[in-house]
């Protein structure tokens, strides 16, 4: 990728391109290894694990300057952003993936095999509510560290749900 070829020489330097273009300040890379290090974990391990696209889009400056709590709090709120649903955080997922009444479904939801599927999706996605975006949002940086091999993780299941959110479709409303 072109963004990341220019962004290797520029890490020694403290700086960084944004996907807009703009320059901003990151901790500098001391090293060629540094920056090697730094772009090939990012590229090789998001690859390796096929990250949906949106997961890498709206958290890799963060990852790339090493911030894995800002990474995985900007990978979780782009699950929400993902439904099309304005509410917010577990409202917004009972919500949407309601069994009874859903706004969003992953398949017809006919058998109890599949709105078991559906109720998972919604817990699943509560739960990295519950667990990464409130986490995130509430706590000082400093309480909560996440390490390199804990961001992985986490972006690995925001991307598993991106996928499913992409298998998703509108259920029509029923005008009362």
Known sequence: EIL????????????QMTNE??????????????VERRTRSLVS?????H????????CKEEYLQENYFHAVFEAAKSLSEKTGILDDGTSLFNTAFSVNNPRLAIN????SSERNIQNGLKEMLNGVTHMVRNVTAH????KWVVN??????ILTTISFLHKQLDECFVVPQQII
Do not use: W
Not at 4 to 15: E, F, H, I, K, Y
Not at 148 to 153: L, M, P, R, T, W
């Open 4 to 15: 990341s070829l220019v962004n290797r020489p520029l890490m020694l330097l403290g700086l």
């Open 21 to 34: 273009g703009k320059l901003i300040r990151v901790e500098a890379a001391t090293s060629i290894t540094e």
């Open 45 to 49: 391990e998001l690859q390796k694990r």
């Open 51 to 58: 990250i949906h696209y949106d997961v890498i889009k709206c």
């Open 108 to 111: 017809s939801l006919q058998t």
């Open 139 to 142: 706590e000082l940086k400093i």
């Open 148 to 153: 390199e091999q804990e961001a992985i993780d």
